[in-house]
């Protein structure tokens, strides 16, 4: 095959990146996402700021655009975030206890009703760990209203949209070997056995210097979907250039096909230009979309699954 998503779609699994919705009348940019991917996630779009402005007040209208994108053309859409310590917009961020807790919930709530039906998966929770060797959760307003606020927003996110696959999404939990990564095993593991409704693990994967990729990496996606759950790598992004971040990108995509239950895998941005960080690199395609080693590398993993 020739494109990501053609190549992907061979064993069942979807091609996707994270999309801007400002950027969908850059022609340049849409000539690459129709042709390369079958799966968006709004990068900035479904984030709390972004769809309750005010507290009870709900934009949709920068979501729709690049949701409307998708699905018209058969795709798979990943909602990302509906519970977060970051982003909140300034009315959240001033609230604590039973408040925040009822007004995250309503959010859950609100936002995926209205996506019901839309939605492959959605990262009901983003980021709640800790970064070192703690194994903690991390500290935040929303952690602070009891340590059952994972469970009480995958469980109001089911009741809401009950078709949507429901994962936890972080980063540097890609090591097999870090405490995060075995903190988070410990939870998806707990709420396995408790019942607590969570599908799937994803794995955002921004790969640097100080978090680096290691080839225990199939380790940590064949032993969550040991689980019982899919794994997915969410936002993938790898910094540096030429064959050493090529042969990285074809290590990553190897580890995803080794193991079934890894069904997805999702760039984070699609031009160099397009990525978050201020410097480098990190994509398959560089400014002027041309394509990149780091893309034929992607490419023929695919293809030889
Ligand atoms: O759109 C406004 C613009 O109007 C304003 O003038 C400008 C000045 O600050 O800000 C613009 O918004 C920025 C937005 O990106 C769109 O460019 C925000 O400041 C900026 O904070 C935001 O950064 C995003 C970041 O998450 C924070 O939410 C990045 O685009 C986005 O790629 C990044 O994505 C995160 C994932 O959600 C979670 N995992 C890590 C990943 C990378 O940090």
Redesign the pocket.
Known sequence: ETTLAAAANQSGRYFGA?V?ANKLSDGAYTTILNREFNSVTP??EM?IDATEPQQNNFTFGNADRIVNHALSRGWKVRG??LAWH??QPEWMRNMSGTALRNAMLNHVTRVATYYRGKIDSWDVV??AFEDGNSGARRDSNLQRTGNDWIEAAFRAARAADPGAKLCY?D?NTDNWTWAKTQAVYRMVQDFKQRGVPIDCVGF?S?FNAQSAYNSNYRTTLSSFAALGVDVQIT?LDIEGSGTTQANTYRSVVNDCLAVPRCNGITV??IRDSDS?RSYGTPLLFDNNGNKKQAYTATLDALNSA
């Open positions: 994270a801007a990068e900035n984030k990302h975030t970051s982003q983003n980021e999404n980063y955002q921004h936002e984070w941005g978050w």
